[in-house]
């Protein structure tokens, strides 16, 4: 895997997502960040990921790579040249706790391995990524699936406000939000990325 400068991740980007959370649906975007010791590529091996610290739910995401630095007038086809799919993975029952106390997310969402990509796949634009839905198959059925086209807030505000308050550079990945449908993983469990029709990637969820 290529070098990764930054992850930063959306939260509730897709209104059906926040609902069945019971959260509130964002007007600005929800921006926090990740360790990059949490990223790891899925292809094919096991993956150890906690197995004692609650419900471990998995959060299906389009992953965009930024190809260079943002500034006034570019266009999202000039800041994004890949893409990939992943999960956002979440200690949920930590991650309650953490909100109850008005504390960060970092003790749910920055945990090793807890940033889960496929390899990355030529940004085909913005239209095409729109005419294909992503999905996640837990063992062979369908556990997720979305699209960007539902997404609050579109790739191009999103790349626009994280570099306003954070900066964005080249080998920068976004991930861009999580559709309805979230839910745990059991330790054994076999979870493919599918774009469209196509696999890019799956892994074995070792839970210790």
């Not at 964002?26 to 990740?34: A, L």
């Not at 599918?194 to 892994?203: A, I, T, V």
Request: with cysteine; charged share 25%.
């Amino acid at each position: 895997m290529e070098q990764i400068r930054n992850i930063y991740c959306v939260g509730r980007n897709y209104k059906l997502h926040a609902e069945e959370l019971g959260n509130d649906v964002p007007t600005k975007p929800m921006i926090f960040g990740k360790p990059t010791h949490s990223l790891i590529e899925a292809v094919g091996e096991e993956i150890e990921l906690p197995g004692t610290r609650g419900e471990l739910h998995y959060e299906t995401e389009l992953i965009i790579h930024i190809a260079r630095p943002y500034e006034a007038g570019v266009t999202l086809d000039q800041m994004v040249d890949k893409i990939a799919l992943g999960i956002d993975f979440t200690l949920r029952d930590v991650q309650s706790e953490l909100k109850k106390k008005g504390h960060p997310w970092l003790l749910a969402k920055g945990f090793k391995n807890s940033a889960i990509l496929t390899s990355f796949h030529p940004f085909p634009g913005l239209e095409a990524c729109q005419q294909t839905d992503f999905t996640l198959l837990k063992n062979g059925e369908q556990a997720q699936r979305g699209n960007i086209r539902n997404v609050i807030f579109d790739l191009m505000t999103l790349i626009q406000y994280i570099s306003e308050h954070f900066g964005l550079e080249k080998g920068d990945i976004i991930y861009t939000g999580t559709p309805e449908g979230v839910g745990p993983v059991s330790d054994g469990d076999v979870l493919s990325f599918m774009w469209g029709d196509d696999n890019w990637g799956e892994f074995t969820a070792r839970l210790r």
